[in-house]
């Protein structure tokens, strides 16, 4: 196999891991779920009492808006700003596309 087959091959096994689709600058959702493993280790998956809501309820501007504020400081939680400046903006782009997935299949708007 050259390299370029090789390169080719492991990409494509990527894509099979999520939803669909190649990575895309607008947000690839299975992208954003395989990225979001790292979120609910604090961020609960679903509707709790604690204070930290789960991330998929939250509006996709609002949520964008709030990991730009992290990045740049707007917003001082420091846990959520290393979290935050980890990522890119295609990141950020398939995590919201990944959350509004999700809130579509919860019901929600
Ligand atoms: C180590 C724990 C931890 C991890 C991991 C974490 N967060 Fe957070 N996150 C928090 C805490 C605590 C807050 C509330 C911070 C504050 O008051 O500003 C928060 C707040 C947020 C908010 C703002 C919520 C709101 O209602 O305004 C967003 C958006 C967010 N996190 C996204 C993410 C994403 C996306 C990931 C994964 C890439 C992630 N977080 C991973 C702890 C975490």
């Known amino acids: 196999m050259t ?34 493993n790292e979120c609910t280790a604090c961020h609960p998956p679903d509707v709790t009492d604690g204070v930290i809501p789960p991330l998929w309820m939250l509006p996709t501007d609002y949520f964008i808006e709030a990991l730009k504020a992290y990045q740049t400081g707007e917003r001082e939680n420091p846990v959520m700003q290393a979290v935050a400046r980890a990522l890119g903006d295609e990141e950020i782009a398939s995590l919201a596309a990944y959350f509004a997935y999700l809130r579509e299949q919860k019901g929600g708007s």
């Not at 190649?22 to 779920?33: S, T």
Request: charged share 20%; no cysteine.
């Open 3 to 36: 390299r370029a087959r090789a390169i080719v091959a492991t990409l494509a096994g990527v894509s099979l891991l999520g939803l669909a689709g190649p990575v895309r600058g607008e947000g690839d959702p299975a992208y954003g779920e395989y990225l979001a």
